[in-house]
C-alpha cells in the first residue's frame, strides 16, 4: 500500500489481513506507482521525484534505490522480468535498469524534434520485451524493443493530439491510448500503426488527425463497420466500410 502523503509503503499479508511491515525514506510518493519480479518476491517503487526504490517484500526492506530523474511518473517491467523501465516528465524520455542491481542499462530521450523533449505517459510492457509509451507533447506513440538491453530501437507512430493514459489488450496485441487533448482512444498496433502511417503520409486526414487514419486502419484490419457522423473524416481508407450514425442530440460534442 503506497503512503502518498508520508512517503512510506505499508506490505500487507492478504492472508490474514494485517500490515507486517512499514518502509519509509521513499521520498515524494504523489502518484507513485509500483510493479512486481516475475516471482512476486521485490516489488519497485516509482516515485514522483524521480526515485526508484526495490523492495525485498519477504524481507520487508530496501534493497536499492536511486534517483533516476527529476520527475517521474511510473514504470514498468519487461516481460523476461529482467528489465525495469521507468517514465520521465523531466528529462522527457525513458530508463531501463537491471532488475537485479539497478544499473542503468539504456536512456531513450523523448526528443521528437531538435531540442524539443516530450513528456513520457501511459508506459506499457508488451510481448517480446518490448515497450509501448505516449508522448504527450509531440502527439505520438513509441515503441521501443529491448532485445539488446543496452542498445534499443525505437519506432515513431503518430498518435493524435496529447496521448496519455495507456493499457494493452489481455491478448497483447493492441495498446490502446487515451487521447487528453481530443475526444477519442487510438487503437495501437504496430502492424497497424505502420499501415495507419502510410496512409496517412498517402491520403493525409481531412482535419490532419491522425488518430482518425488510425481508427479507421483498426476498423479496415478488424473487418469492422466503422459508426460515425463524421464519414469523411475517414474518406479514402482502403476497405473500410462507413455506416453513418444518428444526428446529434443538442449540445453534443462531435
Same mark, same amino acid.
Given at each position: 500500500?503506497?503512503?502518498?502523503? &508520508?512517503?512510506?509503503? =505499508?506490505?500487507?499479508?492478504?492472508?490474514?489481513?494485517?500490515?507486517?511491515?512499514?518502509?519509509?525514506?521513499?521520498?515524494?510518493?504523489?502518484?507513485? &506507482?509500483? $510493479?512486481?519480479?516475475?516471482?512476486?518476491?521485490?516489488?519497485?517503487?516509482?516515485?514522483?521525484?524521480?526515485?526508484? =526504490?526495490?523492495?525485498?517484500?519477504?524481507?520487508?526492506?530496501?534493497?536499492?534505490?536511486?534517483?533516476?530523474?527529476?520527475?517521474?511518473?511510473? *514504470?514498468?517491467?519487461?516481460?523476461? *522480468?529482467?528489465?525495469?523501465?521507468?517514465?520521465?516528465?523531466?528529462?522527457?524520455?525513458?530508463?531501463?535498469?537491471?532488475?537485479? =542491481?539497478?544499473?542503468?542499462?539504456?536512456? $531513450?530521450?523523448?526528443?521528437?524534434?531538435?531540442?524539443?523533449? &516530450?513528456?513520457? $505517459?501511459?508506459?506499457?510492457?508488451?510481448?517480446?520485451?518490448?515497450? /509501448?509509451?505516449?508522448?504527450?507533447?509531440? *502527439?505520438?506513440?513509441?515503441? +521501443?524493443?529491448?532485445?539488446?538491453?543496452?542498445?534499443?530501437?525505437?519506432?515513431?507512430?503518430?498518435?493524435?493530439?496529447?496521448?496519455?493514459?495507456?493499457?494493452?489488450?489481455?491478448?497483447?496485441?493492441?495498446?490502446?491510448?487515451?487521447?487528453?487533448?481530443?475526444?477519442?482512444?487510438?487503437?495501437? +498496433?504496430?502492424?497497424?500503426?505502420?499501415?495507419?502511417?502510410? $496512409?496517412?503520409?498517402?491520403?493525409?486526414?481531412?482535419?490532419?488527425?491522425?488518430?482518425?487514419?488510425?481508427?479507421?486502419?483498426?476498423?479496415?484490419?478488424?473487418?469492422?463497420?466503422?459508426? =460515425?457522423?463524421?464519414?469523411?473524416?475517414?474518406?479514402?481508407?482502403?476497405?473500410?466500410?462507413?455506416?453513418? /450514425?444518428?444526428?446529434?442530440?443538442?449540445?453534443?460534442? *462531435?
Amino acid at each position: 500500500v503506497i503512503e502518498r502523503a &508520508s512517503g512510506q509503503v =505499508t506490505l500487507v499479508d492478504t492472508s490474514s489481513r494485517q500490515a507486517y511491515a512499514r518502509i519509509g525514506g521513499l521520498g515524494d510518493l504523489s502518484h507513485a &506507482s509500483a $510493479v512486481y519480479s516475475r516471482d512476486g518476491r521485490y516489488a519497485f517503487i516509482f516515485g514522483r521525484d524521480g526515485g526508484l =526504490t526495490k523492495i525485498d517484500l519477504l524481507e520487508a526492506r530496501i534493497v536499492k534505490r536511486v534517483m533516476q530523474s527529476g520527475n517521474a511518473i511510473g *514504470g514498468s517491467i519487461s516481460q523476461d *522480468g529482467r528489465i525495469v523501465v521507468a517514465q520521465n516528465y523531466a528529462p522527457g524520455g525513458i530508463k531501463a535498469f537491471d532488475a537485479e =542491481t539497478l544499473e542503468l542499462l539504456a536512456e $531513450v530521450p523523448a526528443e521528437y524534434a531538435p531540442g524539443k523533449f &516530450s513528456k513520457v $505517459v501511459g508506459l506499457a510492457d508488451v510481448p517480446g520485451n518490448k515497450f /509501448a509509451y505516449a508522448l504527450f507533447d509531440a *502527439g505520438e506513440i513509441w515503441v +521501443s524493443d529491448f532485445s539488446e538491453p543496452k542498445k534499443p530501437v525505437t519506432r515513431r507512430y503518430p498518435a493524435g493530439q496529447q496521448p496519455y493514459d495507456g493499457l494493452v489488450t489481455p491478448d497483447g496485441r493492441h495498446y490502446l491510448a487515451g487521447l487528453f487533448g481530443e475526444d477519442g482512444v487510438v487503437p495501437f +498496433s504496430e502492424g497497424i500503426a505502420a499501415e495507419s502511417a502510410e $496512409v496517412f503520409r498517402r491520403l493525409g486526414s481531412p482535419r490532419k488527425r491522425a488518430a482518425d487514419v488510425a481508427i479507421g486502419v483498426t476498423a479496415a484490419v478488424d473487418d469492422a463497420v466503422l459508426v =460515425t457522423r463524421n464519414a469523411r473524416d475517414f474518406a479514402g481508407i482502403p476497405d473500410l466500410r462507413i455506416e453513418a /450514425a444518428g444526428p446529434r442530440s443538442p449540445g453534443e460534442r *462531435g
